[in-house]
């Protein structure tokens, strides 16, 4: 089974820069895209990047210029970079599995636990 | 970009009643259309993929349908335990976009 765990600092302030990771266990690693999301307190899911284990990356264009997105393969680890954080930025992230690299598209069928980050000053 | 229009925003009925869920795409998406169920708290559960496909160990009152711009959920006989949050998602192209939600109350 397939299990993603992720981990991260929780309170941030503006200007600071976010950083998470997310261990996968179980699985392909190299088979799928591994993407970053998250969700604001009372409202929807949004789809910030993703990854495949040779470090091609794609980003939400509204957060292109201040996200950074790795993978580190022979841990199973990939890592989110937010610059320049503000209040706005305040939200659960969660990491995922998503498509796959041989190019079937795919919804996300595992996620992480999620990690609410707070930008306070 | 592709945007995900959900109705109702939210909705409130009882234990046994079915429960039918819209959601519109901007473009055609074809048959690539996920449904998620959020309880509070929780991440985001798979219900639904290829619109009508239900994931593995999701309840068999849970089906959907739909292709193009127009899909539903539909919950036959809602259970206590399907107090949630539900979400459409397009994963025919990047950037993969969400719609707002339905909240379905008991």
């Known amino acids: 089974q397939v299990r993603l765990q992720q981990w991260g600092a929780g309170l941030l302030k503006p200007s600071e820069t976010l950083s998470l990771t997310c261990d996968v266990y179980g699985g392909s690693f190299s088979y799928y895209y591994w993407s970053w999301l998250r969700q604001s307190p009372g409202k929807g899911l949004e789809w910030i990047g993703e990854?495949?284990?040779?470090?091609?990356?794609k980003y939400t264009p509204s957060l292109k210029s201040r996200v950074t997105i790795s993978i580190e393969s022979s841990k199973n680890q990939f890592s989110l970079r937010l610059r320049s954080v503000t209040a706005a930025d305040t939200a659960v992230y969660y990491c995922?599995?998503?498509?796959?690299?041989?190019?079937?598209?795919?919804?996300?069928?595992?996620w992480g636990q999620g990690t609410l980050v707070t930008v306070s000053s | 970009d592709i945007q995900m229009t959900q109705s109702p925003s939210s909705l409130s009925t009882y234990v046994g009643d079915r429960v039918t869920i819209s959601c519109r795409a901007s473009?055609?998406?074809?048959?690539?259309l996920a449904w998620y169920q959020q309880r509070p708290g929780e991440p985001p559960n798979l219900l639904i993929y290829?619109?009508?496909t239900v994931h593995s160990g999701v309840p068999s009152r849970f089906s959907g349908s739909g292709s193009g711009t127009d899909f539903t959920l539909t919950i036959s006989s809602l259970h206590p335990e399907d107090v949630a949050t539900y979400y459409c998602?397009?994963?025919?192209?990047?950037?993969?976009?969400f719609g707002q939600g339905t909240k379905v109350e008991i």
């Open positions: 990854i495949t284990e040779t470090g091609s990356t």
């Open positions: 290829a619109a009508s």
């Open positions: 473009q055609v998406i074809s048959h690539y």
């Open positions: 995922a599995r998503g498509r796959t690299t041989s190019g079937t598209v795919a919804p996300f069928d595992f």
């Open positions: 998602q397009n994963y025919n192209s990047a950037p993969w976009a």
